[in-house]
């Protein structure tokens, strides 16, 4: 079920909150004079970049006043934030979780996961440390018993059933394929500014067309010869993957995708994917990542997951949402009395915003500023009302 096994989903997708093995104690910000450090930020940032599909495209750091590097720093930012505040809370009302807590959840996540096989295989895939993983889990365990700390969160089983009639797309699992990749990475567009950050004089906008160009023929040429060699001999596209695929991702684990659904990937990857036979090496494909080869090994007809298959997974859903909406209250609550200073204004979410807005407004003649006059006119007129 879609957003089923919500514990294993937060913890292998982000690891957003942990601080393992930080040195620099610099702080950025303070919050009831509780400091959130440079390293903390930096550790998150590059985390956050690493398992971004953007991070694929290029130096998203090279331009640290560029849209995505701004839009992600953002959400980087007040991520810590809330987690600081939630921390903050659970230690005020004396939470705390047990070695014995961590390994039950982790039993739990490697029984939803099909086995320890299983979860290794997902954390290699996503670069993730098993010691980091377990530190996450113990710190999404605190989350959920300080979501509980506010009232015991149950669901019935007529709300599992009730969401499971009124949701019917989500048990419909589409086809799927297995397929690897490599990945030689190439979007013009980032290219582009990686070229602009580092030079040390102004380019032409035909010089620039033409250094992209030239670095965009390189890597086709190097895609082709790739694709060509895997043609000929496809049992080396796992040694091929790990050695030339730009995937950070996959590429360690010989570009192994796993199984997913054709939404799952950009459409011009997905249309080649899922075209093609089993234990088959495409032709080399464009995406706005870059030059693709894709060997697809196997493939899944769609089905429907029946009631008391999905219950558990549903259960979990419910749970977890109830908890989230718990989070939420309680992080608005703390933050309407915390004491927050930035030390720098960099690290201002309000500030990000105002770079951000700028940007668009100078992008699209004035809309942003527009948009936001009009809804504070709106929610101003809806309270006169």
């Given at each position: ?21 930080i040195k620099d104690q610099n702080a950025i910000i303070k919050i009831n004079d509780k400091a959130i450090t440079q390293a903390q930020y930096d550790e998150l ?82 670069g993730i440390s098993v010691n980091d993983f377990r530190n996450d889990v113990k710190n999404q365990v605190k989350m959920q018993k300080l979501a509980n700390s ?120 997905s249309k080649v994917a899922f075209s093609l036979k089993p234990n088959t090496v495409s032709d080399v494909v464009k995406t706005p990542y870059g030059y693709h ?93």
């Amino acid at each position: 079920m879609k957003g089923s096994k919500l514990l294993v989903t937060l913890a292998v997708s982000a690891l957003l909150f942990t601080g393992c093995g930080i040195k620099d104690q610099n702080a950025i910000i303070k919050i009831n004079d509780k400091a959130i450090t440079q390293a903390q930020y930096d550790e998150l940032i590059n985390k956050s970049i690493a398992q971004s599909p953007f991070g694929k495209i290029g130096d998203l750091k090279g331009n640290q006043d560029g849209f995505l590097y701004l839009m992600m720093e953002q959400q980087v930012i007040n991520q810590l934030i809330i987690q600081e505040l939630l921390n903050q809370e659970a230690d005020a009302r004396g939470i705390k979780v047990t070695n014995k807590d961590v390994d039950q959840a982790l039993k739990e996540i490697m029984d939803q996961m099909g086995g320890k096989e299983q979860l290794m295989n997902v954390l290699k895939q996503n670069g993730i440390s098993v010691n980091d993983f377990r530190n996450d889990v113990k710190n999404q365990v605190k989350m959920q018993k300080l979501a509980n700390s506010v009232g015991k969160i149950t669901v019935s089983d007529k709300e599992c059933e009730d969401f499971y009639k009124k949701n019917p797309d989500n048990f419909k699992n589409p086809q799927q394929v297995r397929a690897s990749h490599i990945l030689i990475s190439a979007n013009e567009y980032q290219l582009g500014e990686d070229i602009k950050s580092k030079s040390k004089k102004e380019i032409s906008n035909e010089d620039l067309k033409a250094q992209v160009e030239k670095i965009m023929t390189e890597k086709k040429a190097l895609a082709d010869k790739l694709d060509k060699e895997l043609k000929a001999d496809s049992s080396k596209f796992a040694e091929y993957a790990k050695k030339y695929s730009e995937d950070p991702g996959s590429a360690k684990i010989g570009g192994d995708l796993g199984f997913f659904a054709k939404e799952q990937m950009v459409p011009e990857f997905s249309k080649v994917a899922f075209s093609l036979k089993p234990n088959t090496v495409s032709d080399v494909v464009k995406t706005p990542y870059g030059y693709h080869i894709i060997f697809v090994q196997d493939r899944r007809e769609p089905m429907v997951t029946p009631y008391e298959k999905a219950k558990s997974g549903i259960k979990d859903y419910l749970t977890n949402e109830k908890q989230i909406q718990a989070l939420d209250k309680l992080t608005s609550s703390a933050k309407k009395k915390a004491k927050i200073e930035y030390m720098d204004d960099k690290y201002n979410p309000e500030e990000i915003q105002k770079k951000l807005s700028k940007q668009v407004d100078d992008a699209t003649g004035g809309a942003a500023t527009k948009i936001k006059e009009q809804t504070k006119k709106n929610q101003t007129d809806k309270s006169k009302k």
